[in-house]
């Protein structure tokens, strides 16, 4: 079956038109003044994985909307009683919800509930693979800041690898031609990681990565996943942390974003993260109008 | 199966295809009491009860799959071994070797006994492959003497590897002694925990984690480098999937050690880069690989150093296969299909001679695990008989499979070569009568 209208599984197979939709869509949407597009509607937020900002965005977003919104964690549900992806999936549709929004720690999980259930399926981020919200967001604030995205130059720095919103904030600037660099360790930012699309380059220095840049996207590094890796933290604290310093090799009006939560003091210091360069607060500010956006276009409100 | 004829059957008029034999050429072929009695040029034999008109038709040695996962005991949900060898049966295979990996494991004679009893229902004859270590568990070694008595043809972990250095050396050296091949799934486990697909672009994009090459190649360069210092061992390498497995079976076979391997008919057919997003039909261990590993599996059939084809017919019901890629089971089925893609990826695309492609399903699996009186059409052979037609075009349906399950990628697919009967001991088992 094919996933339903409005469903959002993920940025590759979006086209640009559509992105630049939805952002303009996202541009006219303000929790503060609600718009009943949604009213009546059942939104249910089907969360396996823990999360703040995008839980919470897109409920307020849903809300801002006149949506119901049900929240359903893997814990105290169902699906800790062994309820299979696609029986919890049946159970929402027959309960009546209107639009799934899911996070889901397997890559894929959103896109086989969308194959089985003729409701519209909303990506939140699935394992490592995409966070469609995530790089819409981003898009918004790199708009919002920039004129447009030609002649752009981004810099994506830490663990790609285990990045969903790199994986999607690759897709979606590709598409309208911006320079994409990725710059880490190597077990953090493999080689592979240029075939994902057009346009990017993999660098291990973050001089070069920072060169000419207009938007420097910061990653979180988990500590975790630096175990057994040939790099240990103050290695990469001393190649890659975004420091003021460091900032200073990039375009003087570039802007620091990071999808949160951030870690001071290791991939980037404080004065960075408070500092008049950063949007890591616009970002999660810009999460709800953008995901009032995808909640109306999958209700087919957005015109 | 003791199927065991007082009548005779005649197969007239056909091309026999029997490498074991050197033979390519218009013959008939008498069964007679369960055995070969007779093959001699077009109208030579007389008399015969039952004819069978092979005007057309390829007649080869019976079919043997050297790795074959039935599920009895314990997985009858799955498959059973009266449906998995109904299954082969239509897929022209007279012989199966089946996987100890079931529920229990395959780790003692009365086991074996088990799945060879009549009223198992087989179709087609079994020829069970026991667990190497007690419970599969990588650790004390099973009693290989006593499994090979009750009936194994060869002893193997299937599912797992045999990690260890030591316990692979002394299954090997054990092994030996009694002239029994030692079967090895290889992987290193160490290296590919929570990984569902081969290493490489298309994982990256759908971010799976995934299984380096290195992780197959490092235990078959470590298990051949065993096979080449242990006197008489005999290593059969299961579903080689790379390149670099294939340089280790390679120098195995030139040092002129007992190093034998199989590779399956997904392995020649399809790369990483075919699986659509997410579908897990197209999930197996050892993954679907690169294209320059294609390559080199193709360049190994055509010059020998693969010597069987293998299915890893692996069926799943259907809830272990419709869930997240990640949580998916490995495996998919593959008995019916497994002529077809040889005949259409390496007769028809790549001109492989029909007589190679014949020794890769009989003489060659004979070879591999001693199947006396298999894999070839030999006067006094066993009455085991392929029959196809090698340029029939028809179009695989899973729904239609005898298979109990259905968890195959190549639903939809047009294939040439088609299986026309398949005769065991004498007698047809398929079409059914």
Same mark, same amino acid.
């Given at each position: 079956?094919?996933?339903?209208?409005?469903?959002?599984?993920?940025?590759?197979?979006?086209?640009?038109?559509?992105?630049?939709?939805?952002?303009?869509?996202?541009?006219?949407?303000?929790?503060?003044?609600?718009?009943?597009?949604?009213?009546?509607?059942?939104?249910?937020?089907?969360?396996?994985?823990?999360?703040?900002?995008?839980?919470?965005?897109?409920?307020?977003?849903?809300?801002?909307?006149?949506?119901?919104?049900?929240?359903?964690?893997?814990?105290?549900?169902?699906?800790?009683?062994?309820?299979?992806?696609?029986?919890?999936?049946?159970?929402?549709?027959?309960?009546?919800?209107?639009?799934?929004?899911?996070? #889901?720690?397997?890559?894929?999980?959103?896109?086989?509930?969308?194959?089985?259930?003729?409701?519209?399926?909303?990506?939140?981020?699935?394992?490592?693979?995409?966070?469609?919200?995530?790089?819409?967001?981003?898009?918004?604030?790199?708009?919002?800041?920039?004129?447009?995205?030609?002649?752009?130059?981004?810099?994506?720095? !830490?663990?790609?690898?285990?990045?969903?919103?790199?994986?999607?904030?690759?897709?979606?600037?590709?598409?309208?031609?911006?320079? $994409?660099?990725?710059?880490?360790?190597?077990?953090?930012?493999?080689?592979?990681?240029?075939?994902?699309?057009?346009?990017?380059?993999?660098?291990?220095?973050?001089?070069?990565?920072?060169?000419? @840049?207009?938007?420097?996207?910061?990653?979180?590094?988990?500590?975790?996943?630096?175990?057994?890796?040939?790099?240990?933290?103050?290695?990469?604290?001393?190649?890659?942390?975004?420091?003021?310093?460091?900032?200073?090799?990039?375009?003087?009006?570039?802007?620091?974003?990071?999808?949160?939560?951030? $870690?001071?003091?290791?991939?980037? @210091?404080?004065?960075?993260?408070?500092?008049?360069?950063?949007? $890591?607060?616009?970002?999660?500010? *810009?999460?709800?109008?953008?995901?009032?956006?995808?909640?109306?276009?999958?209700?087919?409100?957005?015109? | 199966?003791?199927?065991? *004829?007082?009548?005779?059957?005649?197969?007239?008029?056909?091309?026999?295809?029997?490498?074991?034999?050197?033979?390519?050429?218009?013959?008939?072929?008498?069964?007679?009491?369960?055995?070969?009695?007779?093959?001699?040029?077009?109208?030579?034999?007389?008399?015969?009860?039952?004819?069978?008109?092979?005007?057309?038709?390829?007649?080869?040695?019976?079919?043997?799959?050297?790795?074959?996962?039935?599920?009895?005991?314990?997985?009858?949900?799955?498959?059973?071994?009266?449906?998995?060898?109904?299954?082969?049966?239509?897929?022209?295979?007279?012989?199966?070797?089946?996987?100890?990996?079931?529920?229990?494991?395959?780790?003692?004679?009365?086991?074996?006994?088990?799945?060879?009893?009549?009223?198992?229902?087989?179709?087609?004859?079994?020829?069970?492959?026991?667990?190497?270590?007690?419970?599969?568990?990588?650790?004390?070694?099973?009693?290989?003497?006593?499994?090979?008595?009750?009936?194994?043809?060869?002893?193997?972990?299937?599912?797992?590897?045999?990690?260890?250095?030591?316990?692979?050396?002394?299954?090997?050296?054990?092994? &030996?002694?009694?002239?029994?091949?030692?079967?090895?799934?290889?992987?290193?486990?160490?290296?590919?925990?929570?990984?569902?697909?081969?290493?490489?672009?298309?994982?990256?994009?759908?971010?799976?984690?995934?299984?380096?090459?290195?992780?197959?190649?490092?235990?078959?360069?470590?298990?051949?480098?065993?096979?080449?210092?242990?006197? *008489?061992?005999?290593?059969?390498?299961?579903?080689?999937?790379?390149?670099?497995?294939?340089?280790?079976?390679?120098?195995?076979?030139?040092?002129?050690?007992?190093?034998?391997?199989?590779?399956?008919?997904? #392995?020649?057919?399809?790369?990483?880069?075919?699986?659509?997003?997410?579908?897990?039909?197209?999930?197996?261990?050892?993954?679907?690989?690169?294209?320059?590993?294609?390559?080199?599996?193709?360049?190994?059939?055509?010059?020998?150093?693969?010597?069987? $084809?293998? @299915?890893?017919?692996?069926?799943?019901?259907?809830?272990?296969?419709?869930?997240?890629?990640?949580?998916?089971?490995?495996?998919?089925? !593959?008995?019916?299909? &497994?002529?077809?893609?040889?005949?259409?990826?390496?007769?028809?695309?790549?001109?492989?001679?029909?007589?190679?492609?014949?020794?890769?399903?009989?003489?060659?699996?004979?070879?591999?695990?001693?199947?006396?009186?298999?894999?070839?059409?030999?006067?006094?052979?066993?009455?085991?008989?392929?029959?196809?037609?090698?340029?029939?075009?028809?179009?695989?349906?899973?729904?239609?499979?005898?298979?109990?399950?259905?968890?195959?990628?190549?639903?939809?697919?047009?294939?040439?070569?088609?299986?026309?009967?398949?005769?065991?001991?004498?007698?047809?088992?398929?079409?059914?009568?």
């Amino acid at each position: 079956m094919q996933p339903a209208r409005g469903s959002l599984l993920g940025i590759e197979h979006l086209d640009a038109s559509e992105v630049l939709k939805i952002l303009k869509f996202a541009r006219r949407m303000n929790p503060d003044k609600p718009r009943p597009l949604l009213k009546g509607k059942r939104v249910v937020l089907l969360f396996y994985e823990p999360s703040t900002r995008t839980r919470s965005s897109f409920e307020i977003a849903a809300k801002a909307m006149g949506a119901h919104t049900v929240l359903i964690q893997s814990s105290g549900s169902s699906i800790e009683k062994g309820e299979s992806l696609l029986d919890t999936g049946y159970t929402l549709r027959a309960v009546g919800a209107d639009i799934i929004v899911i996070r #889901h720690p397997n890559a894929g999980a959103p896109f086989v509930m969308a194959q089985h259930i003729d409701i519209p399926v909303i990506n939140a981020g699935d394992g490592l693979h995409e966070h469609p919200s995530q790089a819409l967001l981003d898009a918004y604030t790199i708009l919002r800041n920039k004129k447009s995205f030609k002649g752009l130059q981004v810099a994506i720095i !830490g663990d790609i690898f285990h990045s969903r919103v790199a994986r999607s904030a690759c897709h979606l600037l590709s598409k309208f031609g911006v320079k $994409i660099i990725l710059c880490g360790p190597e077990e953090l930012v493999p080689e592979i990681a240029a075939t994902l699309t057009n346009g990017i380059r993999v660098t291990r220095n973050i001089e070069e990565a920072l060169r000419g @840049t207009d938007v420097i996207m910061l990653l979180r590094v988990q500590k975790e996943r630096l175990a057994g890796l040939r790099i240990d933290l103050p290695e990469y604290v001393a190649r890659y942390q975004m420091s003021s310093a460091r900032l200073k090799m990039a375009k003087k009006d570039a802007i620091v974003m990071h999808p949160g939560p951030i $870690i001071r003091g290791l991939e980037l @210091t404080s004065d960075i993260a408070d500092g008049a360069q950063s949007r $890591i607060l616009a970002e999660v500010h *810009n999460g709800v109008p953008t995901r009032m956006a995808i909640l109306a276009r999958a209700a087919g409100k957005m015109k | 199966m003791s199927a065991r *004829n007082t009548t005779s059957l005649l197969i007239k008029g056909g091309r026999v295809i029997d490498p074991a034999s050197r033979i390519d050429a218009a013959m008939d072929v008498l069964l007679k009491d369960g055995r070969v009695a007779e093959i001699a040029p077009p109208g030579k034999i007389k008399s015969a009860s039952d004819k069978f008109d092979a005007r057309h038709l390829v007649v080869a040695p019976g079919f043997i799959d050297l790795h074959v996962h039935l599920r009895e005991p314990g997985q009858g949900y799955k498959e059973t071994i009266a449906t998995g060898t109904t299954a082969a049966a239509a897929g022209g295979f007279t012989s199966v070797c089946t996987m100890p990996n079931t529920a229990p494991i395959v780790d003692s004679p009365e086991w074996v006994d088990w799945q060879l009893r009549p009223e198992r229902g087989a179709q087609a004859n079994i020829f069970p492959i026991a667990a190497a270590t007690v419970g599969s568990r990588g650790s004390a070694l099973t009693d290989f003497r006593a499994l090979q008595r009750s009936g194994a043809v060869a002893v193997t972990d299937d599912g797992k590897p045999i990690l260890e250095d030591d316990i692979m050396r002394e299954a090997l050296t054990r092994a &030996a002694e009694i002239n029994l091949p030692v079967v090895q799934h290889a992987e290193d486990t160490r290296m590919t925990e929570n990984c569902s697909m081969h290493a490489g672009a298309k994982s990256f994009r759908l971010g799976l984690r995934a299984m380096t090459a290195a992780a197959e190649a490092s235990i078959v360069e470590r298990d051949v480098e065993l096979a080449m210092q242990i006197v *008489n061992a005999r290593l059969h390498v299961a579903h080689l999937s790379t390149a670099d497995a294939l340089k280790a079976v390679r120098r195995g076979k030139r040092a002129k050690s007992r190093v034998t391997c199989e590779v399956t008919p997904h #392995h020649f057919s399809l790369t990483d880069s075919d699986i659509p997003d997410y579908d897990s039909n197209y999930k197996m261990n050892p993954p679907l690989r690169s294209t320059a590993d294609l390559e080199a599996i193709l360049v190994a059939l055509a010059d020998g150093t693969v010597d069987a $084809i293998a @299915t890893d017919h692996a069926p799943h019901a259907l809830h272990e296969k419709q869930v997240e890629f990640e949580r998916a089971n490995f495996g998919i089925t !593959g008995l019916e299909t &497994a002529l077809a893609l040889a005949i259409t990826r390496l007769h028809s695309e790549k001109r492989f001679p029909l007589a190679r492609i014949v020794e890769l399903f009989t003489a060659g699996p004979a070879r591999c695990f001693d199947l006396r009186g298999r894999g070839s059409l030999q006067r006094g052979s066993f009455a085991d008989v392929t029959i196809f037609d090698p340029k029939k075009r028809w179009t695989f349906e899973a729904s239609k499979s005898l298979s109990k399950s259905k968890n195959t990628p190549f639903d939809g697919w047009r294939l040439t070569g088609k299986i026309v009967a398949t005769i065991v001991g004498g007698k047809i088992v398929f079409p059914s009568q």
